[in-house]
């Protein structure tokens, strides 16, 4: 079988792929439009790999000279696609730019290569519906940063073989990521239905004037997030009860009635942008923002290596 990965776009998340890839010993290909990007992409995946090795933070079953040997970039895609058992595209996500990738792999690779997508809005049939081998489409949707936080939602479009998303499932499995797979597409998929539907009830909290800007990401970050780093909202109702039934027979109705209070669905525009604008960036001002980034993946490398110890 074989070994190889296609990586199509060497952003952020492009690089990420690679590295988790490589971390298992695929053979991995890199290409990009732009010649320049593969080669900042190589200096920085070497770079990365080296200061995860030295800090005790590497992933896979390899060392870090062994796991960039891995990796090679090309500027012809060809290179990148043929024989290889999946590509992943990370393009920038611009709906015509996908298909237009995508039509490019198709015609190269052979009817075995699984295309997986790292969209984080498009439904996969918005990009495949042309394509000779849309049967093997799936979305694999990583959480930034990948290389900590190791969920991909894998998503089919309706026209995709089951047996691909089986496929694609094993491979995160086999590099050490958290798969969890949709039977069908819907808008958001999961991970962000799930973070809309908060977001949309911070945006009404602060408009209501209920808690400012910062308390209401301390309900998360020192609250709810605390368990649900560890436990989901639905394990942690089963434990906060004596079961699932007992927690529904207790507060059903409190969440019931709580629900109808919520306001209804408000654009995010008019003065209260400016207004959560103004009070984050008293928390964390334009120019720091890498530095608090870089804070942000120390902080769940711990977090990943705790969890990793309780396991
Ligand atoms: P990026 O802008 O960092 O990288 C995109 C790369 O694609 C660039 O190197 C660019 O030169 C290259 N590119 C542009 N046109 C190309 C073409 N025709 N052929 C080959 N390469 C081409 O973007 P990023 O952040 O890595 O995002 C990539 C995908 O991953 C997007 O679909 C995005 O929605 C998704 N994603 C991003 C996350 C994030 O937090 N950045 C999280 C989860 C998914």
């Known amino acids: 079988m074989s070994r190889k990965i296609g990586i199509v776009g060497s952003g952020l998340i492009g690089r990420s792929w690679a590295m988790l890839f490589a971390g298992v010993g695929y053979q991995v290909v890199i290409y990009d439009i732009e010649a320049k990007q ?35 970039g090309t500027n012809k895609l060809e290179e990148a696609v043929r024989d290889a058992v999946l590509v992943q595209e990370c393009v920038p996500e611009n709906l015509e730019l996908k298909r237009k990738v995508w039509k490019g792999v198709d015609d190269i690779a052979g009817p075995s290569t699984i295309f997986s997508s790292s969209t984080s809005t498009f439904l996969p049939s918005l990009f495949s519906d042309h394509l000779k081998n849309k049967k093997n489409i799936v979305v694999s949707h990583p959480v930034n940063p990948p290389y900590y936080v190791p969920l991909v939602e894998i998503i089919p479009a309706p026209w995709t073989d089951p047996a ?70 639905l394990e ?15 507060y059903a109705n409190t ?5 109808k209070d919520f306001k209804p669905l408000q654009k995010w525009e008019g003065p209260q942008v400016g207004e959560i604008a103004k009070q984050l960036e008293n928390m964390v001002p334009k120019d720091k923002l890498q530095e608090r980034r870089n804070w942000r993946d120390l902080a769940l490398t711990k977090l990943s290596q705790l969890k990793k110890s309780l396991q």
């Open 38 to 72: 593969i080669e900042s992409a190589l200096v920085d995946i070497e770079q990365q790999l080296k200061s995860l090795e030295k800090n005790g933070l590497l992933r896979g079953k390899l060392n870090s000279s062994q796991q960039f040997a891995c990796i090679k």
């Open 255 to 259: 969440i019931y009635s709580v629900s």
């Open 236 to 250: 942690t109702t089963h434990l906060n009860a004596e079961g699932f039934v007992d927690y529904c027979d207790k």
């Open 164 to 233: 691909v998303a089986k496929k694609t499932r094993a491979i995160m499995e086999e590099i050490g990521q958290t798969p969890v797979s949709l039977s069908k597409e819907v808008p958001g998929f999961v991970v962000n239905r799930l973070q809309y539907a908060l977001l949309n009830e911070t945006w009404n909290l602060v408009a209501d004037g209920v808690l400012d800007v910062k308390d209401i990401d301390k309900v998360m970050s020192d609250g709810l997030g605390m368990r649900y780093a560890f436990l989901g909202p």
